[in-house]
């Protein structure tokens, strides 16, 4: 998997959402490219395994450059979700989530608030504006619980627990009277939308549930994988 991330990930992708619109350069698909070669060679090191070093290292260098370069916007002060394009995309806010950069750096933070500001209805987040992306889908759609859980949890990462913790307690009172959650919502009636019970809703309600307790901890982020910025001084030349 990451020998295929690491060719592959400057081709054209249909983004996470599998949008039924022309394959674009999106921003989301670029940090899983990244993900893919980074946790790739986090393993390989860790077991002892062997694998392309230089190689691997060089293609994890390339992609987290051009995130940086062209996947991030100084007029929104956010990760966008095209290259070199304004649009925003719920979806960057994981990138808060996989190390890509450290919780204190300023990109995440604009754009954890840029996210909340621009695509948030209440504690309820869209994953993207319908009047300014192409998806190739007609009809307007509701809140995702995804995204709406997906910002907890960034906020959780970035320190700003109050809010984290404020914004959870709320999305609760979403759930059905057996605490289950649908898909999407209706952010004017809170009618709950398309697929009930929703496995994609549940999987990051626990995530923000227990960085917030990490949070608390000062140990956010995943067990047993050295925390940095991105790649290290010298992954370039191997």
Known sequence: MSELAGR???????????????????????????????????IAERYLLPYDKAGWRR????????????????????????????ALDAAVLRISQVRFLADKDPRIHSTV???????GEGVL?????????VDGLSGQEGAFFLTSF???DALAHTGNLEEAERRFERLLHFSSPLGL????VDVR??????NFPQAFTHLPL?????????ARQRTPGVRGLKRGPGPRPGDAAG
Do not use: C
């Open 181 to 184: 959650f649908a898909e999407e």
């Open 206 to 214: 626990v995530g923000p549930a227990v960085n917030r307790e990490r």
């Open 8 to 42: 592959g990930w400057g081709e054209p992708e249909r983004s996470i959402w599998e949008v039924r619109s022309a394959r674009r350069q999106y921003t989301d698909r670029k940090w899983l490219g990244w993900v893919a070669v980074d946790r790739g060679i986090r």
């Open 189 to 194: 009636s809170g009618q709950l939308l398309v």
């Open 59 to 86: 293609a994890r260098l390339s992609i987290h450059r051009a995130i940086t370069s062209h996947g991030y916007s100084m007029h929104r002060q956010s990760f966008t979700q095209e290259f070199d394009e304004d």
């Open 113 to 119: 608030r840029a996210i909340a500001e621009h695509l």
């Open 150 to 152: 997906w910002l907890v």
């Open 125 to 133: 987040v869209n994953r993207y504006r319908l009047d300014e992306s």
